[in-house]
């Protein structure tokens, strides 16, 4: 409808401030209640953009709700809680999660039908919150979500950049970078919170006290204010939070004389900047003195949070039992990114709360636990001393110390994964396989298959102009561009499928599987040869695009700006996705199992046939890397004489009858269990 039949149907429902709404008809009054008194837009506007926000803030009030029954719930009962620590979230889009797991999602499409929008149509307007790059952006995400679900008490803590992930437009020339401006408008999702502020120190020097004591003093400070973001879980009331810290300077330091004299780039200015952007790479090292800060800043933060909360805890006790601190908290790192954490702990412990250093480093190691996700040399943050001792000299002593003291001892770490190739064994699934033989089941899988290609079919039309055919197969390669994720061997067969296919006369080709091969993924700007690879990846698309002699067999389709709600429609879509990283290289790789989970079949490097020739060759990553071309035509060949369509399907619904093991639920129960050692703690 037009904009004045839609201030009509707004006229007919009154706005009513009801944020327990259920039913269609309130919940309409609701998000007319906030079309018209939450002040972003103009009430005499309620075009998709509006209604959106409104209907946000309307399923807000909702969790908020919750939220702060979950707050007071764990101040009250006070068990141990979690805190998972990362620089990366990847959020994709809140609202269609939020209303799914409030269980409102028929109440709110009604309510939104009566004011003449489709749910799906306002779901589509939100931007995605990339405040991540990849795998390990998206994996802290999972597992907040997973938290949640389970009732555990588990907070996590990261950055509020101004800017997120750019986003990838495709020009000419390639990849250009946008920046990202996922709060233009304003973010419905975060609460501010004005009342939690702490100070966070750069630079200076040490203070020895005639006691002994020491003191990290003077250089500058400036100030980090928490954003909350509920966090709700699947079937359950518990709505955690994660909390995102703001840099800000503090007013004091804000010298307006110099202001006044035209000196603008004052130095509570400059760190009011540390925030500004995420660092846009993945897996790629970064020896920057920003990034250095901005993960000090969060680490700093949050451990002073998870102080004050721990003092707040006591239950009216005066005496903090400091041994205590570990069976009521424990702190997740993701990375190395958040490792100053430890030292930072150390400081606040010993100078701050004048504990000794065995004390400190004993409640410092029950405390914290690290996860390590790469063994990408170039992905190990390494900085040079004399920066960490001008940026952080406190941190530095306890450094050292640290390194005297414990550098024999040999901690445990745990990793991304484990090798189970024999996982999917066809016993295991004895009782699946029945289900897998049934006659109506496998029919109902491919037509629901067949749906989402559809969707997926269309999408790629919006985006690219290029018309895919759903009954073609659909083969996917969707990640970040890096030479050792071998995108350019995938090219390479894509091209040699094309020239094949020109050889054949047209009678053998009306007998080969159409084929519609997709690839998306961003390359960091600065990474010549992997946007070498997307240039080339569309252009070999445009070739075999328009080449009439082969085009109804085999597409290439260079999907843009792949990021969370892209990779919502493609992995429902696909049939078959390529995980072809050099052996050794890949932590354990996270889409794969979302492919499986949703009956694609996977085609993916077997560690243990890593090659000394290979282990070799990506020691210096070239691209030499497409050496094993051969070896994976051979396996497409393979999978290509598999393509039976009835065979096809038995493979897909045991391959999603088995990916229950990679549910981040499982994942996330054993690190309560085995280390986190918490308990849940469900809103009675
Ligand atoms: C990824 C790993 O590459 C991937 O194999 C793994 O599945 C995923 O983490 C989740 O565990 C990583 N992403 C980054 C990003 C940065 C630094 C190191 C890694 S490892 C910035």
């Not at 939450?38 to 998709?48: G, L, R």
């Not at 209303?99 to 004011?115: H, P, S």
């Not at 920046?179 to 999702?189: H, I, R």
């Not at 091209?495 to 599987?513: A, D």
């Amino acid at each position: 409808g037009s904009t004045t039949d839609r201030i009509k149907i707004l006229e007919k429902i009154p706005p009513v401030a009801n944020p327990q709404a259920k039913d269609p008809a309130a919940i309409a009054s609701n998000i007319n209640y906030h079309a018209h008194y939450s002040p972003h837009f103009s009430p005499y506007k309620f075009e998709p953009e509006q209604a959106f926000y409104a209907t946000a803030e309307s399923v807000r009030d909702q969790l908020i709700k919750q939220w702060n029954d979950t707050y007071s719930h764990y101040h009250k009962v006070n068990p141990k809680q979690t805190y998972y620590l990362s620089m990366e979230y990847l959020q994709g889009r809140a609202l269609t999660n939020a209303v799914g797991n409030l269980d409102v999602q028929d109440a709110y499409a009604n309510a939104l039908k009566q004011l003449g929008y489709a749910l799906e149509e306002i779901t589509e307007q939100e931007k995605d919150a990339a405040l991540g790059n990849g795998g390990l952006g998206r994996l802290a995400s999972c597992f907040l979500d997973s938290m949640a679900t389970l009732s555990l008490p588990a907070w996590g803590y990261g950055l509020r950049y101004r800017y997120g992930l750019f986003k990838q437009l495709m020009t000419k020339t390639g990849q250009e970078e946008i920046a990202e401006d996922w709060l233009e408008k304003f973010s419905p999702w975060e609460i501010p919170r004005h009342d939690v502020v702490f100070p966070i120190r750069f630079f200076g020097q040490v203070e020895i006290n005639p006691n002994g004591s020491r003191k990290w003093i003077g250089g500058e400070v400036i100030q980090a204010a928490a954003y909350d973001v509920p966090i709700p879980g699947y079937k359950t009331k518990d709505t955690n939070s994660l909390r995102l810290w703001e840099a800000k300077a503090r007013a004091e330091d804000f010298n307006l004389f110099e202001f006044n004299d035209g000196k603008y780039e004052s130095a509570a200015l400059l760190h009011s900047r540390i925030c500004a952007v995420l660092y846009p790479g993945d897996a790629t090292e970064d020896g920057k003195l920003l990034r250095l800060k901005q993960q000090y800043f969060l680490c700093s933060a949050s451990l002073q949070d998870i102080i004050t909360r721990f003092k707040e805890r006591l239950g009216g006790r005066d005496k903090i039992l400091w041994s205590e601190f570990p069976s009521k908290v424990a702190v997740q790192l993701n990375d190395t990114h958040p490792t100053l954490s430890i030292p930072e702990l150390m400081r606040l412990l010993m100078d701050d709360e004048g504990l000794g250093w065995d004390e400190a480093w004993d409640i410092t190691n029950r405390t914290i636990a690290y996860t390590n996700h790469t063994v990408l040399p170039e992905a190990l943050e390494k900085w040079s001393q004399t920066v960490m001792w001008k940026l952080l000299p406190r941190h530095m002593e306890i450094i050292e110390e640290i390194d005297k003291r414990v550098r024999y001892t040999l901690n445990l770490v745990n990793g991304v994964a484990q090798l189970h190739s024999d996982i999917l064994k066809a016993e295991l699934f004895s009782d699946y396989v029945k289900f897998a033989d049934n006659s109506e089941l496998p029919a109902e899988w491919e037509s629901a298959k067949l749906a989402s290609k559809q969707q997926l079919a269309n999408y790629v039309l919006q985006v690219t102009g290029v018309s895919i055919d759903p009954n073609s197969l659909f083969d996917i390669q969707i990640k970040r561009i890096h030479e050792y994720k071998r995108q350019l061997m995938n090219i390479m067969g894509a091209v040699y499928r094309y020239k094949k296919l020109k050889e054949m006369s047209p009678e053998e080709r009306k007998k080969t599987t159409p084929r519609t091969i997709m690839i998306g993924g961003k390359a960091f700007a600065t990474y010549t040869n992997a946007k070498r690879i997307v240039k080339l990846v569309s252009d070999v698309g445009a070739v075999v695009n328009t080449d009439p002699e082969v085009n109804s067999f085999l597409k290439i389709i260079f999907v843009p700006n792949y990021n969370v709600s892209v990779a919502e429609v493609l992995i429902p879509g696909s049939e078959l996705s390529q995980h072809i990283s050099t052996a050794g290289m890949e932590a354990s790789g996270t889409s794969n199992m979302k492919f499986a989970l949703n009956g694609c079949l996977i085609i993916g490097t077997l560690d243990e046939l890593m090659l000394k020739s290979e282990k070799k060759l990506v020691k210096k990553i070239s691209l030499f890397l497409v050496q094993q071309l051969t070896k994976f035509l051979g396996c497409v060949k393979k999978e290509s004489k598999d393509w039976d369509r009835k065979k096809w399907t038995k493979m897909s619904i045991l391959s999603t009858a088995g990916s229950g093991k990679f549910s981040s639920d499982r994942t996330i129960g054993q690190y309560a269990n085995e280390i986190w050692k918490i308990d849940e703690c469900p809103l009675p």
